[in-house]
């Protein structure tokens, strides 16, 4: 039973971060995020990471994404300029590779299966904060700038005039 919910939550984060790329207006796409954040965090649930899927999605689906939609609202691109999507080699070379991908992921997956027991000490509360503050601190610390660089970015385009 567990690997068939493993099967269904993995194909909907496919499914939704293969929408997330391929949708022409940013807020459906945010929201396709959404999606693909929430079966991100049933897998975490389903590996025993609970506090991890918490985190998912307090901090990604709740915070970042939240962020993402007001930098969305605040730049307020009219829908006339929003890019024309039209079907080239590059796209469909796009296809194929993303497809080639998937199926070595597969493959691999296939060969390096998860362990059956869940691994004690993972996902907890004490090895997410030893991690974050010892391994990933540089990390956790350049990711923060980069959020406020793109707040202050989205600031900076919604005063000019498009």
């Known amino acids: 039973m567990e690997a068939l919910f493993f099967i269904l939550f993995g194909a909907i984060a496919v499914g939704g971060a293969v929408m ?12 396709y995020l959404i999606l693909t954040l929430f079966a991100v965090a049933a897998l975490f649930v389903l590996r025993h990471a609970h506090f991890l899927a918490a985190i998912q999605v307090i901090i990604y689906a709740g915070a970042v994404v939240v962020l993402f939609i007001f930098v969305i609202m605040l730049i307020n691109v009219p829908e006339s300029r929003l890019p024309v999507e039209r079907a080239t080699i590059v796209r469909v070379a796009g296809v194929i590779a993303a497809g080639l991908l998937i199926l070595e992921s597969a493959v691999l997956a296939r060969r390096f299966a998860m362990p059956k027991a869940p691994v004690s000490g993972v996902g907890t509360v004490e090895a ?15 990711t923060s700038v980069l959020l406020l660089a793109a707040v202050i970015g989205a600031i900076a385009l919604s005063n000019k005039k498009l």
């Open 128 to 142: 997410v904060g030893r991690a974050l503050f010892t391994d990933y601190l540089l990390a956790f610390e350049v």
């Open 20 to 31: 997330v790329v391929t949708r022409r207006h940013p807020m459906v796409s945010a929201l």
